[in-house]
């Protein structure tokens, strides 16, 4: 399976600014994808990103507040942009490999940001 | 609409006690894929199964076993001879297909499992 790191791997910030949160995998892989997980709660997905194309975004979420980069096959980066206490989260991205031919293939999650938002 | 059920918010048990952990799923698409995954306190998700909709054999390593059956929706969890490094939060998810080709991922709320000596 790819091997994903994020970075920062947390961040104290204050409201009203905004941070880049970055995802590298070590091999190319076609869909990227970024998840929320705010405390005690189960994941959420944000939005998938696929090379070459603009972000989708689920439902809730928007790229003004989200703003998504997918310069090539092995990076993207999430912005929390404005940022309020609510986006105080685990921010997860995870990766799919279609390059195998199989749609289920199975998604591999980086280590998370954790991000507190004063 | 896709929907995944743990009920178990919480379980606490005695280190070597079995364990299984509960997941009902809805879903009406013919062909899907469940999967499981471990959150330790780090943070990180850790892939633990996938399991195609076609395929309702039991499986087992180590520890671990999981038991699927269609025809109740689940696809539960046991954990055998549990130990501390089982304590983690669990989800049970189940994939839905977009039309571009790639599978949505459709979580569970977890259940949090802490193993005591």
């Known amino acids: 399976s790819a091997v994903i790191s994020q970075k920062p791997s947390r961040d104290i910030c204050q409201r009203g600014t905004s941070l880049t949160i970055q995802c590298q995998v070590d091999s190319q892989v076609t869909m990227m994808f970024w998840y929320r997980q705010q405390p005690g709660q189960s994941l959420t997905l944000i939005a998938t990103?696929?090379?070459?194309?603009?972000?989708?975004?689920e439902s809730g979420f928007v790229i003004d507040k989200f703003p998504i980069s997918r310069p090539n096959l092995t990076f993207s980066t999430l912005t929390v942009s404005n940022m309020s206490p609510e986006d105080s989260s685990i921010y997860l991205c995870?990766?799919?490999?279609?390059?195998?031919?199989?749609?289920?293939?199975?998604?591999?999650f980086g280590p998370g940001t954790r991000l507190l938002v004063l | 609409a896709q929907k995944v059920t743990q009920a178990q918010t919480e379980i606490s048990v005695v280190e070597k006690e079995d364990v299984t952990l509960d997941c009902v799923y809805e879903?009406?698409?013919?062909?899907?894929?469940l999967f499981w995954y471990k959150q330790p306190p780090s943070g990180e998700l850790v892939f633990l199964i996938r399991?195609?909709?076609?395929?309702?054999q039991n499986e087992i390593s180590g520890r671990y076993s999981w038991n699927f059956q269609k025809s109740t929706s689940s696809f539960n969890f046991t954990i055998t001879a549990s130990q501390v490094v089982d304590s983690a939060v669990y989800f049970c998810?189940?994939?839905?297909?977009?039309?571009?080709?790639?599978?949505?991922?459709?979580f569970g709320a977890g259940t949090r499992l802490a193993v005591h000596p």
């Open positions: 879903t009406r698409d013919t062909t899907y894929y």
């Open positions: 998810a189940l994939s839905e297909e977009f039309s571009g080709g790639y599978n949505k991922l459709i």
């Open positions: 995870s990766v799919e490999d279609l390059r195998t031919r199989d749609p289920q293939e199975t998604q591999y």
């Open positions: 990103a696929n090379q070459g194309s603009e972000a989708t975004y």
């Open positions: 399991r195609n909709s076609f395929d309702e």
